[in-house]
């Protein structure tokens, strides 16, 4: 069966701290995608990133960056010098290659960054 | 103009009446969805379409129906609703079942 868990239900910090939110996946197949969204405060989903399970290269969009070890079979996710704006929910998930395969989804890590 | 998007945005109603939601797109892709989301348990999926003629259940499909009208429309029914519908739903598209999705804003929902 498949899996994702997200442990850490809050998190809160102060502006400029670094902080990572944690995503560990379970899954049987070899060929699988993960994925990040943001939800903020406004509602909307918002795609972040995707990576394949044959691409274990650490992954940097400016202040975001994405950790992939399969060996932990984790895919955590770091904001640098967080701010105000980062404020939201995030999820992580987790797919299998395959016509008929579902996206699974975290619980969601809800981040607060305060001024 | 949003890609994808929903109709209405938020929805007041009674216990037992009927309700449809709407969700269009225009980003041109085969596989749609529908979610509900209630605080503390993430996303759960309702239904889902591969194309115009292939409609799957998804985890929680008990009390919806949906109907594909087209590629680019997907609309959600509640037959009768029922206060524990009470929720965010939201419509998503994706190219391929392992690319990312795209959502639409969301509808909320209120059955009293």
């Known amino acids: 069966a498949q899996k994702v868990t997200q442990a850490q239900t809050e998190i809160s910090v102060v502006e400029k701290e670094d902080v990572t939110l944690d995503c560990v996946y379970e899954?049987?197949?070899?060929?699988?995608?993960l994925f990040w969204y943001k939800q903020p405060p406004s509602g909307e989903l918002v795609f972040l990133i995707r990576?394949?399970?044959?691409d274990e290269q650490n992954e940097i969009s400016g202040r975001y960056s994405w950790n992939f070890q399969k060996s932990t079979s984790s895919f955590n996710f770091t904001i640098t010098a967080s701010q105000v704006v980062d404020s939201a929910v995030y999820f992580c998930?987790?797919?299998?290659?395959?016509?008929?395969?579902?996206?699974?989804w975290g619980l969601g890590t809800s981040l607060a960054v305060n001024p | 103009d949003a890609d994808v998007t929903q109709t209405p945005r938020n929805r007041i109603t009674k216990t037992g009446k009927r309700i449809m939601l709407e969700c269009s797109q225009t980003k041109g892709h085969d596989r749609m969805y529908w979610y509900r989301q209630d605080p503390g348990l993430g996303l759960r999926l309702i239904y889902y379409?591969?194309?115009?003629?292939?409609?799957n259940k998804g985890e929680i499909s008990d009390g919806y129906s949906v109907s594909r009208q087209a590629q680019a429309k997907f609309s959600l029914s509640l037959e009768s609703a029922i206060p524990n519908q009470t929720a965010l739903y939201f419509c998503?598209?994706?190219?391929?079942?392992?690319?990312?999705?795209?959502f639409g804003p969301g509808t909320r929902l209120t059955v009293l």
């Open positions: 998930a987790l797919t299998n290659a395959g016509n008929n395969r579902k996206l699974i």
């Open positions: 990576r394949n399970s044959f």
């Open positions: 379409s591969f194309d115009v003629k292939d409609i």
């Open positions: 899954t049987r197949d070899t060929t699988y995608y």
């Open positions: 998503a598209t994706s190219e391929l079942v392992f690319t990312e999705q795209f």
